[in-house]
């Protein structure tokens, strides 16, 4: 019998169905058992009274995968106005994982996260953290659609890379047929070069950081949405594209997932570098924005102006890459920003040099950096862009309180396995 | 004033409009100058016979970006009937690499494939290149579409990994804060995992293989189009959904790059290995087939069917790795499969082990292994699934000789730059 979801259940009121999937909860009473079986789709309620399919249920474990053909019969009081009765329950997988280590079936998973990440294969089936990967996957489709529609194109570029320039200290070495090489802590290099290519161009693939850092927000890989597009008049041109796209995101995960999300304003509000350490109540000196700073700029842009998102422009040059666009009218600022989302940063962009002399006059030593200089020998738009990490993105559209929350498999300091 | 792409001309005859890109080619007669401006759309050809701007356009080296401002007119002579005529020229940035390594302008490259690599920014610049990168961004976009239709979610997974397990002879070793770790060689124990928790998933996403093979197939890293299914009877489960993700692959590929694609049967044919053996004439306790064979077996589908594609299904489990399904009926067979395409393998794929103690039976040492066989310890649905590499499948549909064309930047034993 063709298996069908138990959200399609209410569609098939005293029909003969067919559903599958992991014992999620089993309540054994004296005259009635119930069993939960939890699919993609949610869950199905299974009522056993016959002597015979009683005995089997009381010797199944949870997370036992068991294909179960019952009656679909209306009851107000089940979870989803439907039930399953009189059933016959078919073992397709036996679970001798039991006692795990911890239960699935409560609505908070109450394990610690070390022991959650022990155990993923486990925890990642708890419909709260199965809910956040739902919610990066929607993002990140939201994410391809709405450059798509802006004809960017797609590319994959080299996680291997020969030279460790872009910023040597947080890079991971290895051994590449007996010669030292490094993993891409960004496609930066590589988007800007297809740029000359195809103009506009996005990837979503994972970078790697071997920053030392063991806080709920480092992640020694994780996804990054990049974005690169060329002839624009400045970083304006790219905040207008990262609205855009971060407004195709929110969207996607609220139609795809039901989550709740931040209406995003059609024009982000937006304040220079300078005003922001005056809104902050920073010295004018301040070479960068603190977290404190961050909150005070948050909560200014929704009190001034209804907005939970608000980007900051023009941060100081000797805080942003070599590659950072100078800000035409004072070049000690730049054509950079970053936007923060509730008085946190979650994307960090702008406008980056593309004349060659540019870049010679800035960079020290060109040698280990030619292969990428050389896309400016040969001509390169006024080009700018965005990346976004996706982990981030979901944990503080979610309100997770560690990025781990919202990565299947993390990486980090003391953790490779599993 | 607003650009516009070299494909809108046609809508704007009579009218003054703005295009941008690169010098694509200058032709310098006596009486006028042709100038072609490639663009993301493809190309403008401007006609100067002013002598300010003649003059302009004489020092400007190929790959220079300019923007022209000039009036659309109609010539049937030109590319594509139209032409842009009395033109104002500004350059957004000259390119000072001239002279070109090779002509970008020919109709092919006639650069070696090394010398094309190591100007990787400038090659890819040319359309050969170029499109065989817009038909990898098709096929990875069709493949995220079908399998998006059938309620597959897409996952990322780690590429940094704690052992090297699942074969140990071809992965890059790193030095992960201090410990040994490898990047993975394929999402495969992963993939499986989360069949755990959303029945269907799928990445794309790139692997690694230190094989030291200096071939025009192999790569060090390439993308992956990896998908995994719970609840399926068999490894034919499988095959149709792969059937139609390939269809799927090709349609958009069609739809959005304009390129011939080979129908994709709604049936493809399928052979077992027994008979393939048979068909190709190869004896019958050959344990694998060899290229030759896979030829033979491709000219049988095609005469026989009239189908560019063919499975061969039952392929001996002493070939495939440890985790495939044994075929029930004689488990000397297995439930795995290959899909040939023109007599080459395209996609390799087939039904898993799902029950703890068929593992237990077949991994000698669990314990590096423990993370993922810890899924099975919890319940696991008969699930299977399939990887395509996306560089080949490129490759083959384009008719490139060597994969190195189908990639941007491609990694090889080799070479790690640009």
Same mark, same amino acid.
């Given at each position: 019998?063709?298996?069908?979801?138990?959200?399609?259940? +209410?569609? +098939?009121?005293?029909?003969?169905?067919?559903?599958?999937?992991?014992?999620?909860?089993?309540?054994?009473?004296?005259?009635?058992?119930?069993?939960?079986?939890?699919?993609?789709?949610?869950?199905?309620?299974?009522?056993?009274?016959?002597?015979?399919?009683?005995?089997?249920?009381?010797?199944?474990?949870?997370?036992?995968?068991?294909?179960?053909?019952?009656?679909?019969?209306?009851?107000?009081?089940?979870?989803?106005?439907?039930?399953?009765?009189?059933?016959?329950?078919?073992?397709?997988?036996?679970?001798?994982?039991?006692?795990?280590?911890?239960? =699935?079936?409560?609505?908070?998973?109450?394990?610690?996260?070390?022991?959650?990440?022990?155990?993923?294969?486990?925890?990642?089936?708890?419909?709260?953290?199965?809910?956040?990967?739902?919610?990066?996957?929607?993002?990140?489709?939201?994410?391809?659609?709405?450059?798509?529609?802006?004809?960017?194109?797609?590319?994959?570029?080299?996680?291997?890379?020969?030279?460790?320039?872009?910023?040597?200290?947080?890079?991971?070495?290895?051994?590449?047929?007996?010669?030292?090489?490094?993993?891409?802590?960004?496609?930066?290099?590589?988007?800007?070069?297809?740029?000359?290519?195809?103009?506009?161009?996005?990837?979503?693939?994972?970078?790697?950081?071997?920053?030392?850092?063991?806080?709920?927000?480092?992640?020694?890989?994780?996804?990054?949405?990049?974005?690169?597009?060329?002839?624009?008049?400045?970083?304006?041109?790219?905040?207008?594209?990262?609205?855009?796209?971060?407004?195709?995101?929110?969207?996607?995960?609220?139609?795809?997932?039901?989550?709740?999300?931040?209406?995003?304003?059609?024009?982000?509000?937006?304040?220079?570098?300078?005003?922001?350490?005056?809104?902050?109540?920073?010295?004018?000196?301040?070479?960068?924005?603190?977290?404190?700073?961050?909150?005070?700029?948050?909560?200014?842009?929704?009190?001034?102006?209804?907005?939970?998102?608000?980007?900051?422009?023009?941060?100081?040059?000797?805080?942003?890459?070599?590659?950072? +666009?100078?800000?035409?009218?004072?070049?000690?600022?730049?054509?950079?920003?970053? =936007?923060?989302?509730?008085?946190?940063?979650?994307?960090?962009?702008?406008?980056?040099?593309?004349?060659?002399?540019?870049?010679?006059?800035?960079?020290?030593?060109?040698?280990?950096?030619?292969?990428?200089?050389?896309?400016?020998?040969?001509?390169?738009?006024?080009?700018?862009?965005?990346?976004?990490?996706?982990?981030?993105?979901?944990?503080?559209?979610?309100?997770?309180?560690?990025?781990?929350?919202?990565?299947?498999?993390?990486?980090? =300091?003391?953790?490779?396995?599993?």
């Amino acid at each position: 019998m063709q298996r069908i979801l138990s959200t399609e259940l +209410h569609a +098939h009121e005293k029909q003969t169905v067919t559903v599958a999937g992991w014992v999620h909860r089993r309540r054994l009473l004296k005259s009635v058992a119930f069993v939960i079986v939890r699919d993609a789709g949610g869950f199905s309620q299974v009522v056993v009274t016959e002597p015979g399919v009683r005995a089997l249920v009381e010797t199944l474990p949870e997370e036992t995968v068991v294909e179960v053909t019952a009656t679909v019969t209306a009851n107000a009081a089940a979870p989803s106005g439907v039930e399953l009765t009189d059933p016959s329950v078919r073992v397709s997988s036996r679970a001798p994982g039991v006692p795990l280590p911890f239960e =699935l079936h409560r609505p908070t998973l109450s394990a610690t996260m070390a022991t959650q990440l022990d155990h993923a294969a486990l925890a990642l089936r708890h419909p709260s953290r199965a809910a956040a990967l739902r919610v990066a996957a929607a993002a990140t489709a939201g994410f391809r659609d709405a450059l798509d529609r802006e004809r960017f194109v797609e590319i994959h570029t080299p996680k291997i890379v020969g030279t460790a320039t872009e910023s040597g200290a947080t890079v991971f070495a290895l051994d590449y047929f007996g010669r030292p090489a490094y993993l891409a802590q960004s496609p930066q290099f590589y988007k800007q070069l297809m740029v000359g290519v195809f103009e506009r161009v996005y990837e979503v693939g994972p970078v790697f950081r071997a920053e030392p850092h063991d806080t709920s927000r480092h992640l020694a890989q994780y996804t990054s949405l990049d974005a690169e597009m060329g002839f624009v008049a400045d970083h304006r041109d790219v905040m207008a594209t990262l609205t855009r796209v971060v407004a195709g995101m929110t969207a996607t995960v609220a139609d795809r997932t039901g989550a709740e999300v931040p209406p995003v304003p059609a024009q982000i509000p937006s304040v220079h570098f300078a005003e922001a350490l005056r809104i902050a109540g920073a010295p004018p000196d301040e070479p960068d924005l603190a977290p404190a700073h961050e909150r005070a700029i948050g909560d200014w842009a929704r009190r001034e102006h209804g907005s939970d998102f608000v980007f900051v422009t023009g941060y100081p040059m000797a805080k942003r890459p070599f590659y950072t +666009h100078p800000q035409p009218s004072d070049p000690r600022w730049s054509n950079s920003f970053d =936007l923060l989302f509730r008085g946190q940063e979650l994307v960090t962009g702008g406008q980056r040099l593309h004349r060659y002399e540019d870049y010679l006059a800035v960079v020290p030593d060109p040698e280990p950096l030619a292969g990428y200089l050389e896309a400016f020998r040969y001509g390169m738009p006024p080009h700018g862009g965005f990346a976004i990490g996706l982990e981030r993105f979901v944990a503080r559209l979610t309100g997770a309180a560690n990025v781990r929350e919202a990565t299947a498999f993390p990486r980090d =300091l003391h953790r490779v396995t599993p």
